[in-house]
C-alpha cells in the first residue's frame, strides 16, 4: 500500500473522510495534478512542481489544505500564519467543506502555473 494512501487510512472519522474529500477535489481540478509523497505528507503537485498538501493542525485536529504559492494569492480565507511562502485554509471536518471557496482558491493558484508565473518541469 502506498504511503498517501496510509495516511488517510490511519486518521480517524471525522478528519478522515475531510482528507479524502480534499484529495478528489484537488485531483479532480486538473489532470495535470497528481499526488506525492514529500515531508511525510501528501503533497500535489502539477506538472513536477509542488502545488499544495494536506495536512492537520496539531493544536485544533483541523485538517488543512497547504498551497505552495498561497502568498501570490490575495483571498479571505487564506491564512499566512507564521509562513513565509505558503498559506493555509482550515476545515472543521464536522461541517460540509466550502466547495466553491476550495474551488476558487485551487483555481487561482492553478492560474499562476498555467500562467507561467511558476514555472513547471514540463
Not at 31 to 47: L, Q, V
Not at 63 to 73: A, C, H, N, S, T
Amino acid at each position: 500500500m502506498k504511503e498517501t494512501d496510509m495516511f488517510y487510512l490511519q486518521k480517524e472519522e471525522p478528519v478522515k473522510g475531510c482528507l479524502s474529500a480534499l484529495r478528489q477535489i484537488i485531483l479532480g481540478r486538473d489532470s495535470d495534478i497528481t499526488e506525492a509523497w514529500k515531508y511525510r505528507m501528501p503533497f500535489f503537485c502539477y506538472k513536477g512542481k509542488m502545488f499544495c498538501y494536506l495536512w492537520i493542525d496539531k493544536k485544533t485536529n483541523f485538517p488543512y489544505l497547504g498551497i505552495v504559492e498561497g502568498g501570490k494569492i490575495d483571498y479571505p480565507g487564506l491564512v499566512r500564519d507564521d509562513r513565509s511562502r505558503m498559506k493555509v485554509i482550515k476545515f472543521d471536518p464536522s461541517q460540509d467543506l466550502p466547495l466553491p471557496t476550495i474551488l476558487v482558491i485551487l483555481d487561482a493558484a492553478l492560474s499562476l502555473y498555467i500562467s507561467g508565473t511558476i514555472k513547471t518541469k514540463r
